[in-house]
Each structure stands twice: as C-alpha cells, then as structure tokens.
C-alpha cells in the first residue's frame, strides 16, 4: 500500500527558510517520479517541483532558485527546500507522484509564512 506522509511545515516569517519532508511507504518508491505540490486558500493546488527516479528536477517559474526538491531512495523520503518565503506562498503543501494520484493524497503540511 502506497501512502506519503508530510512533515515541516510551520509558521515563518517572510524571507525565511523552511524544509519540508515526505515518508513514502510502498516497494517501488525508487521507481516512481514524485513532486511536491500546494494549496492556498480558496487557490487550485498547484505543483511546485517535480524530481524524477533519475534525479532530475524542475520547479513551477514562481519557485526556481528559491526552492529545491531532492529526495533520498535508501530512506523513501522526498524533500522540499524553501528559502526566501513569501506570504503569497502560504498554502498546505502535498507529495504525490508525479503525475498525480488521488488515492496518494496525504494530510500535506501547513506553511504559513507572516511577519
């Protein structure tokens, strides 16, 4: 049975630096491409960035060099680096495959980023 469960979020002033987590369970999470997605308030969820089994990554325009996504195979684990936060970003952030799979859909973690 295939679940992520998210972890790091917080509350953090805008600038600030945030590192998400995500516990992937399941015998192929080295296989599969995963990505870190978000859902502000009354907003669709979005995707942030995206890391494929190989290790490439790409990130949503609004996110590129503030943001890295990485992940550690060995520990099922995906990864999301946040670095000079905006308000505009607060939002429940979610793992999922990628693309997306609704019966993947975690709790996701809360970030709210206010002075």
């Known amino acids: 049975q295939v679940q992520f469960v998210e972890s790091g979020g917080g509350l953090v002033q805008p600038g600030g630096s945030l590192k998400l987590s995500c516990a992937g369970s399941?015998?192929?999470?080295?296989?599969?491409?995963m990505a870190w997605y978000r859902q502000a308030p009354g907003k669709l969820r979005e995707l942030v960035a995206s890391i494929t089994s190989g290790g490439t990554t790409n990130y949503a325009d609004s996110v590129t060099g503030r943001f890295t996504i990485s992940r550690d195979n060995a520990k099922k684990s995906l990864y999301l680096q946040m670095n000079s936060l905006k308000p505009e970003e607060t939002a429940v952030y979610y793992c999922n495959k990628q693309p997306a799979v609704g019966d993947y859909w975690g709790q996701g973690t809360q970030v709210t980023v206010s002075s």
């Open positions: 399941g015998s192929f999470f080295t296989l599969y491409h």
